[in-house]
């Protein structure tokens, strides 16, 4: 329902950002976003900066191989985000 | 390779069939696209939910739509998505092919620009979409507001997706056992609002990605819940979804518009599940500015569209699919929109053919 | 220059039509074949010849790397060249809408000239009509050609047999991705292009190196999706694609995930799909890569002796899923 693409803010002109994705550029409006700087990439809906993307580092990319190794759950419930401490 | 080893501790957990739905209409094409069904094992089964905007849109609505097309004084513009969806007795594309002015926009800002240049018509965006693409309809009135610009307003059928899920589990029909939660729905709403799957009705929800490997491990995550006898709501799209998603476009949303009751095409009336524009806003809302008043009759066929938005039926099992409806000359929306459903079974699967 | 903008008055007949035709037309592709002022040309193909038309409509008329005009001379070069033909005289036939500035028809004059020359062939007919304000977008191009087969080729869908190699020419979706980003407000770099090109040259080195080849194809509208599935079922063999060999620009992508596109059904304007017994394909592609429209050329998938008349894409996950016929326009979608 909710076509959505990553791509790099690289110009901020008011509300506006131009939003680049593999070398093409498209404008997008930061509304919804205000907080978007320069250089951080966004998720991208309909010409709106949605969320800004926070890429996640490897081990915590790689955390539920990690877990189907028998490693303790690092995926978080709502009850738990609060304490940031899986229950199990 | 990461993929084969969700696969092998997905086929080693579901020892009994397990069902799960997704509600978002670009995991359905992302499912087809990447080919997932074929790998999963036999136990593991996917339907699909109503979770395509276009395709639980009224006929009314449409109808009212084509109306507004057709006056001399309005431009309607409208994301591609909506152009070939039926009616009762036309639709936008044909209206365009009549002669009226319908424009394809990617954005609805794009239209701020229509309504400039057009200062003597009316523009009239239909605001379609779930909690993601409603902030947006949103942001557009208060930049039109902001800019002064007085001729544009919205046609309005938003949707929201918790009711929907809650509509489909009190109907009781409709067995799943877990959910794929819409990943972009959630970069808005956050995943507080799925709290209830967990509270009320002890069904797990985990919220993906697009891409086929977030789906499977998402698949994964909701495989071993049910496996386990869990129900929890986890999170496999932590890089845009918050808990409490993006505060900011919630705050926009219901600055303009509030919850009403909405009519889902195939499954009725479902409480507090759409989106109307406010008082305050009601000058931006041409239901209000410039109401028409189509109701025609509804139309009647043997499209069962209404059940497989439900994950009642597979497209299948419609007497339609295939035959009199296919995406040519579609009978249900379900065929029309590109990640509707059946066209998606219709284009990408069918399981009709073995090429090895 | 006399005049800036078309009038209904130089599709008339009169003195103001020969002045169309003396002062903006015939400066630009006048030739001998046109110089002879028949109502026809006259051609001596000798051997069996092909003959093809097309008609040409796009908005907008300029785009990164083309306009109209070398559409119109590409597009039935190209049906000649998937023929086996190479090309040895075309029709030009404008249908101008009044109003229409001349300094632009002039600029596509001289692309029809230049995509011509580089083709080889020249424009040995043409008619002009201009038409009331509203009755046209400006331009409507129709071009037919007539070309001669080139000697020993026999290519037809009914050739293609389970187990050949299926080449493309090079990255897929260019033109395609370049059009609709002009029409949706999106900025491409200089990379970024229309692939509009003449293939008879490639074609008939292809040809001439490795007679085996079964069929050429050209996927314009719909893409590769769109020629595949046809191929797949005038053959009546099954085809199976492999995703990661498809080979699509970064910018391509761009476009099409910001618009929600499947590269696979965007059209394309100067690429070339050709079935070649796998024997056969090193040579090929060693040809094609000697050639400037084919450096990037290379295998995308086979032909095989199930799915009679399908074709599928193995995905980058190990899983096979069907290639559908593009269903209707390609327009932006949200969803």
Known sequence: MCLAVPAKIVGIKDQLADVEIGGVRRQASLMLLPEAKLGDYVLVHAGFAMQVVTEKDADETDALLAEMHGADRTVYTIDEAASKQPIR | MAADELLDGIRKMAVRPIRLMEVCGTHTVSIFRAGLRQLLPQNVELVSGPGCPVCVTADSFMDDAIEYAHKDDVIVATFGDMLKIPGTKSSLGEAKAEGADVRIVYSSMDCLDIARENPDKKVVFLAVGFETTAPTAAATVLAAKAAGIINLYMLSAHKLVPPVMRALLDGGKARVDGFILPGHVCVVTGTNEYQFLTDEYHIPGVVAGFEPLQLMRAIYRLVRQISLGEARVENEYGDVVEPDGNPRARQILSEVYEPCEAEWRGIGKIPASGLRMREAYKDYDISYVMPVHTSLPPKKTACRCGEVLQGLVKPEECPLFGKACVPEHAVGPCMVSVEGVCAAWYKYGRNRFTFE | ?335
């Open chain 3, 1 to 335: 220059m006399t005049f800036d903008k078309i009038t209904l008055a130089h599709g008339a007949g009169g003195s103001m039509s020969h002045e169309l035709m003396d002062k903006i037309i015939d400066p630009v592709i006048g030739n001998p074949a046109l110089e002879v002022f028949h109502d026809g040309a006259r051609l001596s193909p000798g051997g069996d010849i092909a003959f093809t038309t097309d008609s040409y409509v796009v908005n907008p008329r300029f785009f990164p790397g083309g306009n109209i005009g070398k559409l119109s001379v590409c597009g039935t070069v190209n049906d000649l060249a998937m023929t086996g033909a190479e090309p040895i005289g075309l029709s030009l036939a404008l249908i101008i809408e009044e109003g229409f500035p001349v300094a632009e028809l002039q600029e596509i004059l001289h692309t029809i000239k230049n995509a011509a020359d580089e083709a080889g062939v020249s424009i040995v007919t043409g008619d002009t009509k201009v038409v009331g304000n509203g009755s046209a977008d400006g331009l409507f191009i129709n071009t037919a050609g007539v070309g001669r087969i080139i000697d020993g080729t026999d290519i037809a869908p009914s050739n293609i047999r389970p187990g050949m190699d299926i080449i493309i020419s090079g990255t897929i979706g260019d033109h395609a991705a370049t059009v609709m980003a002009s029409r949706h407000g999106i900025d491409i770099p200089d990379s970024l292009k229309s692939d509009c090109a003449p293939l008879n040259g490639l074609a008939s080195k292809m040809l001439k190196a490795v007679p085996e080849i079964a069929c050429m194809r050209d996927p314009t509208r719909g893409g590769v999706a769109a020629t595949l599935n046809e191929l797949a079922q005038q053959s009546g063999v099954g085809m199976l694609l492999d995703e990661e060999s498809l080979p699509v620009r970064e910018e391509t992508r761009g476009v099409s995930d910001i618009l929600g596109f499947d590269v696979l059904e965007l059209a394309n304007e100067g690429k070339l799909l050709a079935f070649c017994p796998h024997e056969r394909t090193e040579e090929l592609l060693s040809v094609m890569h000697g050639h400037k429209y084919g450096r990037e050329a290379c295998v995308i998938g086979k032909t095989i002796d199930k799915a009679a008349g399908e074709v599928g894409l193995r995905t980058a996950l190990g899983s096979i899923r069907v290639v559908g016929m593009p269903m209707g326009a390609i327009v932006p979608r949200i969803c």
